[in-house]
């Protein structure tokens, strides 16, 4: 081979060399080729196509990298043969989502301590956790039976048309039926019990749904109201106080002048109470006249109160009443002048009242 030198060589672009081109090296002593260039020069391949490249370029030999740093919470460590990543962040803690269940959630709890807890009743009252609830639908939060002890009935269904009673330890509740008219709640000794409100004698009782009343009646007849006039055959009362005696009417009659004197004629007043005018007559002094009062009233027991009537205030002490003799339907009464003088004739009034 002929001398050559650099300068009589022709040049090639990096960009023109290929597989067939060949490299020269002389170490002084020995020349030699080197293989192929493409066997000389690597080339790097992109495997995927997602995330960053660690090598950022390659050009006309010169390989560009990226540096791997650490982050918040991660740190990285290089080895002869490795790249280490550590994670590091403040109160995290790994959980294994193969370990968890159905109807868990994360919840945080106030210890700082992350953890899977079922969605249960019990969690979600916990003390840990009261501060998350705040409210709890009873159709759709709670299962089962409400016992009483937490404000339900223990009681799964209830009886229609009733109210609710407890027994004598408050520890059951049970209903008490009221479907019929006239039913009551009264207390008894042993609780709460329904009675049936019933008519006696001479009492109704009726009831009106539609007015909501029920109402309890007395006959006639078995008592006695102020604004009533009753009429009442024999009775024995021990004792009455009253404030007025009214008799059933008042009856009158006019003493004829048939006797001798007029003031001896006989009259007739049936009646328990009634009125005579006497004939007008004067008395002689210290004499005293009879005459019969016929009354079926009178019986050989009554009692007669007897007042006279007269019609001057010179008279009144003259003249004066008394009764001589009472037998069935007859009463024989006197009027007397006991005094020295003669009572004047005079138009006067004998009032009566037969009491038996």
């Known amino acids: 081979m002929a001398n050559v030198t650099i300068n009589s060589l022709t040049e090639v672009a990096y960009s023109a060399l290929d597989g067939a081109d060949w490299l020269v090296v002389d170490d002084g002593t020995t020349t030699r080729k080197l293989a192929a260039l493409s066997a000389a020069i690597k080339t790097i391949t992109t495997l995927g ?29 290089e080895s002869a043969t490795a790249l280490t990543f550590a994670v590091d962040i403040p109160n995290t803690t790994l959980l294994d989502a193969a ?49 009483i002890a937490n404000g339900g009935t223990g009681k799964s269904s209830l009886t229609g048309k009733g109210i609710l009673t407890t027994d ?18 009264v207390g008894t000794t042993s609780g709460p019990q329904m009675k049936t409100l019933t008519a006696g004698a001479s009492i109704t009782v009726t009831q009106d749904n539609s007015a909501n009343t029920l109402t309890i009646g007395f006959t006639k007849g078995n008592y006695v109201e102020t604004s009533d006039t009753p009429t009442f055959g024999n009775a ?21 002048t048939s006797g001798t004197p007029d003031l001896t004629t006989s009259v007739t007043c049936n009646g328990s109470a009634g009125v005579i005018t006497l ?5 002689a002094a210290t004499t005293v006249h009879s005459f019969v009062l016929e009354n079926t009233e009178i019986t050989s027991s009554s009692v007669i109160m007897l007042t006279l009537l007269n019609p001057t205030t010179a008279d009144e002490d003259n003249v004066h009443l008394s009764l ?18 003669i009572a004047t004739a005079q138009v006067r009034k004998i009032h009566f009242m037969v009491m038996n």
Do not use: C, F, H
Request: glycine residues 8%; aromatic residues 2%; charged residues 15%.
């Open 49 to 77: 196509s997602a995330g960053a490249e660690v090598v950022k370029t390659i050009s006309g030999g010169t390989l560009s990298q990226r540096d791997i740093v650490g982050g918040e919470g991660v740190a990285v460590t």
């Open 99 to 147: 370990a968890a269940v159905d109807d868990e959630l994360l919840i945080w709890d106030i210890s700082g301590t992350p953890a899977l807890k079922s969605i249960t009743v019990a969690n979600l009252l916990s003390t840990s956790l009261a501060s998350y609830l705040t409210t709890v639908n009873l159709a759709t939060n709670v299962s089962g039976i409400l016992p």
């Open 168 to 185: 004598a330890t408050g520890a059951n509740v049970a209903p008490t039926v009221l479907d019929a008219d006239a039913e009551l709640v």
């Open 236 to 256: 024995t009362m021990a004792e009455a106080t009253v404030d007025k005696i009214m008799t059933s009417g008042t009856k009158a009659v006019t003493q004829g």
């Open 279 to 283: 004939a007008s007559g004067s008395i």
């Open 324 to 341: 001589q003799s009472v037998v069935s339907s007859r009463a024989t009464i006197n009027i007397a002048n006991n005094t020295s003088t």
